[in-house]
């Protein structure tokens, strides 16, 4: 059978799935109908509930998690700041799976437009417990990875981790066990986890679950399948993306220039070179600002990376801010809590 062929079946198997899911949809109203409005049941309801949760790792900058993809285990980069997943071409050639004859991807990158990349189709892509599959993911190459076991074979992005991605059929994505949709990602890089949750059938609840010293809200608004926050650099109001993908907290070259930030400056500052999927390199700067607030928390003398921006944003929020704060991200409502978040501290 060739690969287009083994393609058409699975479209095939797709489409009929498909066409059983609104009765099981009728069947979860129905049921939810039979709960009385001022039951102690319909007031549970609005808690979060624990869908799925994996290992997080944190490798120099890198944020992994352990992936089930058609049976085999590798890591995939968690990366909230890009729309899409991607599969690494070796792996997809690896496990033979079937090209995508409906879908192609653009890749963009720090250094803009990446091309457009083919699709293959994973049957079962599964997080913890949690299957997503079968799932259309674009092939690409990462331009860095950690040497890790199991090794990393790509990223997973907005569109899996907000339960609303690439699935071959739609509504979003539904937990096997117990049913209730992906509303909501939590990020715990200190504590060495990620984990999906279901927010409640209300509008109104999209509160995370309960946390010692609790949370704080941040100033967030969702665009597509990714969240932006407000914040305050050097004085100056600014819109920065929660960006897991990104090793570092990056400052836009523009958003520099606006603070005041010369180019003889930047130039002065030590730096290096670097590459996103879109295969060029882009030059960064490390400069020291006088202070970054984000929420509640003011950080003194933050050294932060300068380089450029392709996204519509001042400012990226990488790996290294998770790495030291447990993140509650609701896709659904668009919000951010941070829990814990310290009032104040010193940068390097």
Not at 84 to 97: F, V, W
Not at 121 to 139: C, K, N
Not at 303 to 324: H, I, K, Y
Request: aromatic fraction near 4%; charged fraction near 25%.
């Amino acid at each position: 059978m060739t690969k287009i062929a083994k393609a058409d079946k699975w479209l095939r198997s797709c489409r009929a799935l498909r066409r059983l899911l609104p009765a099981r949809g009728a069947l979860v109203v129905l049921a939810l109908g039979l709960t009385p409005f001022g039951s102690r049941a319909a007031e549970r309801s609005c808690a979060p509930r624990l869908l799925a949760e994996a290992p997080l790792r944190d490798d120099m900058g890198f944020l992994s998690t352990p992936v089930s993809v058609n049976g085999r285990t590798v890591s995939l980069v968690v990366d909230t700041g890009s729309e899409g997943s991607l599969i690494s071409p070796d792996y997809a050639r690896e496990m033979e799976l079937p090209a995508d004859p409906l879908r192609s991807t653009r890749l963009a990158g720090p250094g803009g437009d990446g091309g457009v990349a083919p699709n293959v189709i994973a049957r079962s892509l599964r997080i913890g417990g949690l299957e997503l599959g079968p799932v259309s993911l674009p092939m690409g190459f990462l331009p860095a990875r950690p040497n890790i076991h199991p090794p990393v074979e790509g990223l997973l992005g907005g569109d899996l981790l907000s339960g609303d991605g690439a699935v071959l059929w739609h509504p979003p994505v539904v937990a096997p066990a117990g049913g209730g949709r992906v509303d909501a990602l939590e990020l715990d890089a200190p504590g060495g986890r990620m984990a999906f949750w279901t927010e409640g059938a209300a509008d109104t609840c999209d509160q995370p679950p309960r946390a010692e010293g609790g949370w704080a809200p941040l100033p967030a608004a969702r665009r597509g399948r990714r969240i932006v926050l407000k914040i305050r650099l050097d004085g100056h109001d600014l819109t920065a993306l929660l960006d897991s993908g990104a090793r570092s907290r990056i400052v836009s070259q523009e958003a520099a220039a606006a603070l005041g930030v010369s180019k003889d400056a930047l130039e002065r500052d030590s730096g290096g070179t670097t590459a996103g999927v879109d295969g060029r390199a882009s030059i960064y700067r490390w400069h020291r600002f006088h202070s970054l607030t984000i929420g509640g928390e003011t950080e003194l003398n933050p050294v932060l990376t300068v380089a450029r921006v392709s996204e519509p944003v001042d400012m990226l929020l990488g790996s290294d801010w998770f790495a030291q704060r447990r993140v509650w991200i609701s896709y659904r409502e668009g919000r951010v809590f941070v829990a814990n978040l310290r009032k104040a501290s010193s940068g390097r």
